[in-house]
């Protein structure tokens, strides 16, 4: 008999699915342990296991997933906002009212669980003494992601002695069902801090904890209550005197958001310390500072493209497995040595190989110009964040960290240059709320084409964006000492297609160019073995930390990037960071078509901005 509301929950969630077993998560070692083997033994849809042990010499206690072909990304159509109004959740969300879309759903989830059983799982999203954190429970059939929820969350009994007879909790119902792509829904219920989502066993759409909750309802949370959930990394620059400053990163997807968060310099004296790469709450601390914490545990990372020239710490992340499984899904698998294999790992295939679906991979098969690939395009890897060597010692700190920068940024071959900060709060605001991001996917035969995707929060904002800006802007009277803000562009090319930043590790050189802005502005070091607490600043000329004013912002001339060292360029510096002002006014005219659907609701504040670079362009 139930006695708590948290009982209460699970009961009439069990009445709805009817499984054959409920069984409670404690999150041990041991239970984890258990639940791996009935996934290495278990037949589920198709040809499939669950899990397939990898090599331990490679990494150890890892393991292959495959999923369904017909499920393998964010079902983005399918993804709805469920707020009372349409009004609320705004044009930038699918919306269906509440009661209908309960009524949709219900229909699909009674039953679904006969024959299987009910995972009942206690976790926290941030540390679990965190005055920031929040208490969930997410109940699932799958296996797979019970796995994965240990290693992106803090599960356990804290989780529910924090929840206690309290009906404060966040809750998420998830079933694989019937994988039919058809009835493949993700609904959520900000008042009620519901999520409720069946039909995909993916990632995005399976994983309520991420994107669902750590985003899209945390968002709305954070509007209500006067705090951020963003779609951000968090990582902590240090220099050369041991001082460190902190810094929040908005990228869209294959843009190098993780790349970034664990960048190994290539500058002497500098490191970069990692504390999350791609979920960031943000409150107004005790100081009156903007503080973040990752509310995840691990991470959740596109496969292809990683390597150890692109992210040597991640490579090493995925080798130094201290503590809970690392779980592969769609990869190919290097049937030589039972490892995982994906594009850009190694240079060439191996001889013998199966691709994501367990097919002996053929090189050279596929649609003309078009390479079949043997992982999945979106294929990934899930792994503890307690195993990256670069971990900052901060990451479980309950507060957070103080941020000194926020830095933006997107994929595009012209129009952006390769660096610039904005004038003040407003402003990087209003520059934020008009990023733009090219396509990468061929699948769309829409490469190059723009996304607006402000903030890199347009998929995943649980309510009306017009409503976000106006709380962003909002910042400047709820804190002080607000961080500078700024714009990073990687992808500038030449008129041939070659890049002009050669990015990746030499993104440092950026890096350090915003600390060396941040010194200027007489902010003091916020952390690190040799803050002082009022370290000076830099010289009013130094050019370091030199800049000029344009019609976007501050940028800086190519004299004022440290370039030793590295062999890079000066020339084609120059021309990555130069503004074209014919392409700005085609992207201010994109611009004001993105901002017309917003209508009243956007603030006259940034249509103020909007209309100033108009005239400066």
Not at 135 to 150: E, L, R
Not at 292 to 305: D, L, R
Not at 591 to 614: D, I, T, W
């Amino acid at each position: 008999m139930a006695t708590t509301p948290l009982e209460k929950w699970v009961e009439e969630q069990a009445a709805l699915t009817k499984p054959d077993n409920v069984h409670w998560c404690d999150g041990s070692d041991e239970e984890t342990r258990k639940l791996v083997e009935t996934g290495l033994k278990k037949e589920k849809t198709g040809k499939h296991n669950t899990f397939y042990q990898l090599n331990p010499a490679f990494s150890p206690n890892s393991y292959l997933h495959r999923s369904h072909p017909s499920d393998v990304a964010r079902t983005e159509h399918l993804t709805f906002i469920n707020h009372p109004s349409k009004e609320l959740a705004g044009p930038n969300n699918n919306w269906m009212e509440p009661s209908k879309a309960k009524g949709v759903v219900n229909k699909l989830f009674d039953g679904c669980m006969v024959g299987r059983t009910m995972y009942v799982m206690p976790y926290m999203m941030g540390p679990a003494d965190s005055p920031y954190a929040k208490p969930c429970v997410q109940i699932t059939d799958s296996v797979y992601v019970v796995i994965s929820m240990k290693i992106m969350t803090r599960m356990g009994a804290f989780a529910l002695k924090r929840i206690g007879s309290s009906d404060s909790f966040v809750k998420g119902l998830h079933s694989i069902g019937d994988l039919d792509p058809k009835k493949r829904y993700i609904m959520h219920f900000p008042d009620e801090r519901l999520v409720m989502s069946i039909g995909s066993g993916y990632g995005g759409n399976a994983l309520l904890g991420k994107k669902c909750f750590s985003l899209r309802i945390a968002s709305y949370m954070g509007y209500i209550e006067g705090w951020l959930a963003e779609h951000m990394i968090v990582i902590g620059v240090e220099d050369p005197e041991g001082d460190i400053r902190y810094f929040l990163g908005a990228f869209p997807s294959a843009c190098g958001k993780t790349n970034l968060a664990l960048l190994a310099p290539t500058l002497k004296g500098y490191k970069v310390w990692t504390l999350g790469d791609d979920i960031a709450w943000i409150n107004v601390g005790p100081d009156g500072r903007l503080y973040a914490i990752n509310p995840e545990t691990g991470f959740f990372c596109v496969a292809p493209g990683t390597s150890e020239k692109t992210n040597p710490m991640m490579i090493e992340t995925l080798k130094n497995n201290k503590f809970y499984p690392t779980l592969f899904t769609n990869t190919g698998l290097d049937v030589r040595n039972n490892t995982p294999w994906w594009e850009g790992f190694t240079g060439e295939p191996p001889a013998e190989l199966l691709d994501w679906q367990g097919d002996e991979y053929k090189a050279g098969t596929g649609k003309p110009g078009e390479e079949k690939p043997a992982a999945h395009p979106n294929s990934r890897f899930t792994v503890s964040i307690y195993n990256c060597p670069t971990l900052s010692k901060e990451f479980d700190n309950p507060i957070g960290v103080p941020i000194s920068g926020i830095i933006f940024g997107g994929r595009r071959q012209r129009t952006v240059p390769l660096v610039y900060e904005s004038f003040d709060w407003a402003h990087g605001v209003f520059l934020a709320s008009i990023m733009g991001s090219e396509t990468t996917t061929a699948a769309t035969h829409q490469v190059g084409v723009v996304r607006r995707d402000p903030m890199a929060m347009l998929p995943f904002c649980g309510y009306n964006m017009a409503g976000y800006f106006r709380h962003w802007l909002n910042f400047r009277s709820k804190a002080k000492n607000l961080p500078k803000i700024f714009f990073v562009n990687w992808f500038r090319t030449d008129e041939d297609g070659n890049y002009l930043w050669p990015g990746f590790r030499e993104n440092c050189r950026i890096l350090k160019w915003m600390v060396d802005r941040i010194k200027k502005s007489g902010e003091a070091p916020r952390g690190g073995a040799g803050a002082t607490g009022g370290r000076a600043a830099v010289a009013a000329g130094s050019g370091a930390a030199g800049a000029k004013e344009t019609p976007l912002g501050f940028i800086p001339d190519a004299s004022d990037i440290d370039l030793s060292g590295g062999g890079i360029d000066g020339n084609k510096l120059k021309d990555a960071l130069r503004i074209n002002r014919g392409e700005w006014q085609k992207e201010i005219e994109d611009v004001e078509k993105f901002y017309s659907q917003f209508g009243e609701a956007l603030p006259q504040e940034l249509k103020n901005h909007l209309e100033k670079l108009k005239k400066s362009i």
